[in-house]
């Protein structure tokens, strides 16, 4: 399943969308880890713009803090890298 990620009225918080990206270009500013850029790489290649490709890797890492805050558990790097390999599917 896949998702429309570029409706602007989907509810999501305008803030926290712009944090979020905010954290995708650090990612990819310091290439850490390595799977981000070459997610979007992939993703572009497919036909998906750079800013729906950019909200894609967003979702997966809003994903991934929601799992270390539930579980009060550190960052899962291998449940973050299926997830960025997984796209566009939605991140779980």
Not at 16 to 29: C, F, G, I, S
Not at 47 to 72: F, T
């Amino acid at each position: 399943m896949s998702w429309d990620c570029h409706n602007e009225n989907d509810g999501a918080d305008p803030i926290l969308r712009k944090e979020m990206l905010e954290v995708v270009d650090n990612q990819l500013r310091d290439n850490n880890p390595p799977e981000t850029r070459e997610t979007l790489a992939r993703l572009m290649s497919e036909g998906i713009s750079e800013a729906d490709a950019k909200i894609y890797i967003a979702q997966v890492v809003v994903v991934e803090m929601w799992h270390i805050l539930r579980s009060e558990k550190p960052f899962n790097r291998e449940r973050f890298v299926r997830n960025l390999r997984n796209l566009p599917e939605f991140p779980e």
